[in-house]
């Protein structure tokens, strides 16, 4: 079941804070996050796997809810270096077909001087 | 580094063509996508493969087939060019283990068919 994301775009002045939601109404296997770069393939940023998990770093973490229904994307003190499309994907399980990967439609952020 | 090639960047087709589209992967994966990207519609999933010979409809195969006859490649088929499938099409090598799932795409291939 393909995630659902909001909101699709952001406008931020350098230094501000964003957040980045994705939903499902069915509890997921897993929430990745990707970012793709203007004329770039997209690349990973981290995986959540547990309900209640956070991760990353200061600057970009995300959280994944105990219901495992809804991930959030955190970036905080933004950087120009930050603009992109990001993408929440979702897996159904491990092992075989059950790592098809799907991806909602993205969010567009961009970060001006 | 994992390297993920795709055969083309930008790719110029007539309608009714057989279209080839390749993707090699370095990395001994056993996973493998394909998407199609197009403004405001983000990533869509057309097919994956799991295993050699081994594949399953994405989100939106009609018009696609695909073939994965060694591990390290997997190609797309549009068999019958559409000016509908027009788009940008991704190629992933996904790894993954029990804790962690990553896919590494390729830089894209824009086709255009007229």
């Known amino acids: 079941q393909q995630p659902v994301q909001s909101p699709q775009a952001v406008i931020l002045r350098e230094g501000e804070d964003a957040v980045i939601n994705c939903s499902s109404s069915k509890a997921l296997y897993s929430v990745h996050w990707y970012r793709q770069k203007h004329g770039e393939a997209p690349v990973f940023l981290m995986i959540l796997l547990k309900g209640g998990e956070q991760k990353g770093h200061e600057k970009i973490s995300a959280s994944f809810n105990e219901k495992k229904q809804q991930s959030s994307l955190y970036l905080t003190a933004s950087q120009l270096s930050y603009s992109g499309t990001y993408f929440c994907?979702?897996?159904?399980?491990?092992?075989?077909?059950?790592?098809?990967?799907?991806f909602g439609k993205g969010t567009l952020l961009t970060v001006n001087p | 580094d994992v390297k993920v090639t795709q055969s083309s960047r930008y790719l110029v087709k007539r309608t009714g063509e057989k279209v080839f589209l390749e993707c090699v992967q370095d990395m001994d994966h056993e996973n493998m996508f394909w998407y199609r990207q197009d403004p405001g519609l983000g990533l869509r999933l057309i097919y994956f493969s799991y295993d050699v010979k081994m594949k399953e409809k994405g989100d939106i195969p009609e018009g696609y087939s695909v073939s994965r006859e060694k591990k390290e490649r997997f190609s797309l088929i549009l068999e019958s060019a559409s000016t509908n499938q027009t788009s940008m099409y991704l190629c992933?090598?996904?790894?993954?283990?029990?804790?962690?799932?990553?896919?590494?795409f390729g830089q894209g291939t824009r086709l255009t068919v007229v």
């Open positions: 992933a090598s996904v790894y993954s283990d029990l804790m962690n799932t990553e896919a590494f």
């Open positions: 994907g979702s897996s159904r399980g491990s092992g075989g077909s059950n790592y098809k990967l799907t």
